[in-house]
């Protein structure tokens, strides 16, 4: 499966994406119990996530990378997806309070400069979920799901990458324990599976899911992409005329006001 929007789609079409998105979601709801008046942004294919938080939420909103394509989203009424530059939202300062990323950061070519960003436009105490496709996993291994797409990452890798852009882990569980097969034997047996995976935490687990909460003191840095944007400035030189017409008009002034004191 190439990793492109429309197929990422279509995957989620199907029994085993189905399941995906049932095993995934279940954690996603489970952290987010409660979006009334919230603001919520996904980031990379995100919708399948999504959908039940709109109803409470205050704006549910679904970004997806240049590189990946856009679909529309909902399939009703005004869209709320976008096509954008992850490392350069299109979001003012602390203006979400809850970001989903996935089918994200294992594609990106900046993925600091991306939570840099999240970082960025969450409010105060807002919360970050990450959902990564596990290296150690057979989900990784496969090219029939977009998990089997990009970089896959460790436990430890994760945690660097949080702590580098000022994230604080708060939960941490893994998913898709099952193989990703779309064998009818063992669809049945993927309940199951993920049960007793999640139970006893054993190995091999397609994703991690990660949930982290912004950090509120971090140093103010220019991003490298702003800073290439700013012009460089330099003090104008200038001639002995300027610097004499400059020293006359300061005397003048120095004389005024020496004269108006009782």
Known sequence: MAHDIV?????????????????????????????????????????????????????????????????????????????????????????????????????????????????????????????????????????????????????RQLREFLKQAQFSPVTWSEGLYMAPSARRFMLRLAPFIESLGKRLSLPGAGVHLVEATKQLYRPVAVRRAAARALPQLAPAALNSKTVGRIADDAGAVSTRWSESRP
């Open 7 to 155: 197929e990422v789609r279509a995957f989620y079409a199907t029994p085993l994406g189905r399941l995906a998105r049932r095993f995934i979601g279940e954690f996603v709801s489970q952290r987010w119990d409660n979006t009334a008046g919230l603001s919520l942004l996904g980031i990379g294919y995100a919708p399948p996530y999504l959908q039940t938080f709109r109803k409470d939420a205050l704006r549910t909103l679904a970004f997806m990378p240049a590189a990946l394509g856009v679909v529309n989203w909902p399939g009703a009424g005004a869209s709320s997806t976008a096509l954008v530059d992850t490392t350069l939202l299109p979001l003012p300062d602390s203006s979400m309070d809850r970001v989903l990323l996935v089918h994200a950061l294992e594609t990106s070519d900046a993925p600091q400069e991306m939570l840099a960003e999240i970082w960025r436009i969450l409010t105060p105490g807002g919360r970050l979920i990450i959902v990564a496709p596990n290296r150690g996993g057979v989900w990784a291994r496969s090219d029939n799901t977009p998990f089997g797409y990009g970089q896959p990452y460790s436990r």
